[in-house]
């Protein structure tokens, strides 16, 4: 029969004699190592995927060199590694989608095959001690929504090609020793809800490219070494709640739309090099900001009386710079537990300077009022024995405050 079939057929069917007679081979072959999950793989592309998957995987383990809790023990060929601890899969392809490996003392380098996993959409090793660079192949993660790697001791740069990675929404990478440039390739992140960068050594300027981020709710990038001024592009990000550049070496103004976000909850460019002068008039149109921070910088002028609207703030901090005139009233402020002026050039050294502490009488959450190292003057007034008794820290030295301590400050 075999021999008067036409030429192509033949070869076909002894070819997928061969194919059967590998598979049957292969597959008692696996049965006597005991190695289903590989050998099965063969099959199908979908079983093939999940080869790449497992090699990823024993890759990853691989380049762990310490585990002090012996994880890593239990990815063994006793279970499918879609049961191994911290990976999670998807029932229908068996394909790795999640890999959780937070707070278990490994640590290692990260492996580039991790790149391989191209159905992960959750990645998070965050407070080990994985170190060396984050590899470039993270970038094949196209899937990839959740990046969470804060709290090791990564170096290197932050790989300009987590930009492919369209549908990030956290990308955290605090506390860790990462240098070089913010890659301004970010930018395309389009989904970034999350960009925390915070507590790491990273310098160069802000990148312009960030306000294209239009869904951003948190911009995180404190304690660094960055330079340069903060992109008037940023003043887009309509949605941002929480910024913090604090502890950073920025200069230039503070481009003036910032102060109109109105969506911030933390607003913190404390301990920076910003320049440039506020008015009493400038409008800080911020309702539901709680934390706001321009401690340690050069900004003259006035401290804007619109910041007395902002009555959810809980933390106002002004101290270390060159402010002068008077301070705005602060009464809607009755949720403040921390004001902080001092190390200015506030007041005009008489009289009424004080006026505004009178205003604090109803912010039953007081509990330090730092005014110390200004041009304040007058007698300290009375209003103060109506303080909230939660106040327990009140530096007003270096002023020029005259007379008596009022009797009431025993309250
Ligand atoms: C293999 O993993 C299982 C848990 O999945 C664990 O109980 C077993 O001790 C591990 N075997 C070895 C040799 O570590
Ligand atoms: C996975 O990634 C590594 C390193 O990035 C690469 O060498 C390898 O060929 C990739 N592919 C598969 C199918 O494992
Ligand atoms: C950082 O991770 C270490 C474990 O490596 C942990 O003990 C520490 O609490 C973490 N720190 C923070 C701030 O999460
Ligand atoms: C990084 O992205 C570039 C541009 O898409 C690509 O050519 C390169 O192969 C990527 N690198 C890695 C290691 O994936
Ligand atoms: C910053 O990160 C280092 C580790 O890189 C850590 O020891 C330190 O506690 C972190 N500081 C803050 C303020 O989070
Ligand atoms: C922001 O996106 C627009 C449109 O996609 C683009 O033209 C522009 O160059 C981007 N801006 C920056 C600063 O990257
Ligand atoms: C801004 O936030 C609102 C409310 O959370 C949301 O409906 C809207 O889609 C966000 N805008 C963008 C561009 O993400
Ligand atoms: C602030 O917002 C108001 C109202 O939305 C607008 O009229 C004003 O031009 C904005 N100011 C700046 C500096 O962006
Ligand atoms: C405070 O808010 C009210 C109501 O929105 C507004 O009319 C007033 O002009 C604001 N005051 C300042 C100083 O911004
Ligand atoms: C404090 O609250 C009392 C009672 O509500 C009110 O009469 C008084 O005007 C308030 N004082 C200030 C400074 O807000
Ligand atoms: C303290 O508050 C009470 C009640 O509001 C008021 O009568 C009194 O005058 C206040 N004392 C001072 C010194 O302001």
């Not at 991790?114 to 970038?139: R, V």
């Not at 890659?183 to 990273?202: E, K, W």
């Not at 009178?358 to 304040?376: A, D, G, P, W």
Request: with cysteine.
């Amino acid at each position: 029969m075999l021999m008067e079939l036409p030429k192509k057929y033949s070869e076909a069917s002894n070819s997928f004699f061969l194919v059967y007679l590998q598979v049957i081979i292969l597959l008692s072959y696996c049965n006597l190592q005991g190695l289903n999950m590989f050998c099965l793989a063969t099959k199908s592309p979908v079983i093939r995927g999940s080869v790449t998957d497992q090699l990823a995987l024993l890759q990853f383990k691989a380049k762990i060199t310490g585990d002090q809790l012996k994880i890593m023990e239990s990815w063994n060929s006793s279970s499918h590694f879609c049961q191994w601890r911290g990976v999670a899969c998807d029932r229908k392809h068996q394909r790795v989608t999640k890999l959780e490996q937070q707070f278990l003392k490994l640590s290692g380098s990260l492996s580039p095959y991790i790149g391989n996993l191209s159905f992960l959409k959750g990645l998070n090793l965050a407070n080990n001690n994985f170190y060396n660079q984050i590899p470039q192949e993270f970038g094949r993660l196209r899937r990839l929504e959740t990046l969470e790697l804060s709290n090791n001791s990564l170096t290197g740069e932050i790989p300009s090609n987590l930009s492919a990675c369209s549908m990030l929404t956290f990308v955290h990478m605090r506390s860790n020793q990462l240098k070089g440039e913010i890659p301004a390739s970010l930018g395309l992140l389009s989904n970034l809800i999350h960009l925390r960068f915070y507590n790491n050594s990273l310098t160069g300027s802000i990148p312009p490219s960030l306000g294209n981020l239009s869904s951003l709710k948190e911009l995180h990038l404190a304690l660094n070494g960055l330079t340069g001024n903060i992109p008037e592009t940023l003043v887009r990000l309509t949605n941002l709640s929480f910024f913090s550049i604090g502890g950073n070496a920025i200069f230039g103004i503070v481009p003036v739309g910032m102060f109109n976000l109105s969506s911030i909850r933390v607003f913190d460019i404390g301990v920076n090099k910003i320049q440039g002068t506020l008015h009493s008039d400038l409008e800080i149109t911020m309702p539901y900001v709680e934390f706001f921070s321009v401690r340690e910088n050069q900004i003259s002028g006035q401290i804007p009386i619109s910041i007395s609207n902002a009555s959810n703030l809980n933390v106002l901090d002004f101290a270390v710079n060159r402010l002068s005139g008077n301070m705005p009233s602060l009464e809607k402020l009755d949720k403040l537990y921390k004001l902080f002026v001092s190390k200015n050039r506030l007041g005009h050294g008489k009289e009424g300077d004080l006026n505004f502490l009178c205003t604090l009488v109803n912010s039953t959450k007081l509990e330090y009022l730092y005014i110390r190292k200004n041009n304040f003057g007058g007698v300290f007034p009375d209003c103060v024995s109506n303080f909230s008794s939660t106040i327990m820290f009140l530096a007003v030295g270096w002023n020029k405050i005259l007379g008596r301590i009022p009797d009431g400050i025993e309250n």
